[in-house]
């Protein structure tokens, strides 16, 4: 028997399964289409195997809330047709197996702790910059999941002297998302970031928001280890920009790690969620 993986982003899905060591012995990608379609292709995938648990990490907002009577399901995402969707519901009612339910953004956190860059801590903040903005947290072991699960990509920050850009967010226009993501970074300059790669001052800007957003995140949750990951952070010029104005901003008022080893990229790559979500598998078991 193995374990199932579903790493559901918005715009793909990866779905893998692994032995008891958590090595993926295969896995597939493919877009993400309506609800329908795109559970025909994981189910193709699993009905394969013989699966102990899947662990599902999911773009949101989702319902983590298990005194919810919607539970496990998709709630008010924009993505066209998945909108009150019951996921781990449909996954339960194929399988009839334990279901591990989270963001994708905590199930990269859960990866990265577990076996990534923050190995050997009890707490780290993973955070995605790429179409959207998200994070997730581990705090003494735990992922950070209340009476909903984290949004810390729509944090208000202040706007750069030099930013004229309403942001891109429909929501908060210039939260955290609406003035650092992809979208955001195209809609400031009118074209795609990574065509943008030379132009210190994009990068610079990227880096006063980022590290804005960084400095709340460690004053509210101290974490032991930021972990930066997406398409954006594929820019590596972004580290030294971004450590060199968390310093400016945080103003020497509380102590970190050495920045070199506080802000990183992830350890496991882009296997950071579907990692997680294996993990999650194993550990839905126990419970």
């Known amino acids: 028997m193995v374990y199932g993986a579903i790493e559901a982003g918005g715009t793909k899905f990866v779905c893998a399964i692994s032995n008891d060591q958590f090595e993926i012995i295969e896995r597939i990608s493919f877009p993400t289409m309506s609800p329908e379609e795109t559970l025909n292709s994981v189910f193709t995938f699993f009905d394969h195997y013989s699966l102990k648990s899947i662990g599902i990490g999911s773009f949101g907002p989702i319902d983590v809330n298990k005194n919810s009577k919607t539970y496990g399901y998709v709630t008010t995402t924009p993505k066209l047709g998945w909108s009150n969707f019951d996921f781990v519901g449909s996954v339960k009612d194929r399988y ?33 910059v790429g179409t959207g903005i998200g994070a997730g947290a581990v705090i003494n072991g735990k992922l950070l999941e209340g009476y909903g699960h984290p949004e810390m990509g729509h944090l208000l920050v202040r706007l750069h002297p030099d930013d004229t850009y309403s942001g891109s967010c429909p929501y908060h226009g210039c939260c955290f998302e609406g003035l650092a993501s992809g979208p955001a970074i195209e809609g400031r300059y009118g074209v795609k970031g990574h065509l943008l790669e030379k132009e210190t001052r994009v990068w610079e800007m990227e880096a006063y928001y980022i590290a804005q957003a960084l400095v709340n995140y460690t004053l509210i949750l101290r974490p032991e280890k930021v972990i930066l990951g997406g398409g954006v952070m594929k820019q590596k010029q972004l580290f030294p920009l971004i450590r060199n104005e968390f310093t400016k901003l945080m103003g020497n008022y509380i102590p970190t790690p050495e920045l070199n080893h506080y802000i990183v990229e992830p ?12 993990l999650l598998a194993a550990e839905t078991l126990l419970e």
């Open 96 to 128: 009839q197996i334990p279901v591990a339910w989270t963001t994708d953004v905590n199930a990269s956190a859960y990866g990265e702790i577990k076996k990534g860059n923050a190995r050997g801590c009890d707490s780290c903040l993973y955070i995605t």
């Open 267 to 278: 350890g496991l790559g882009d296997d950071a969620g579907i990692s997680g979500c294996l």
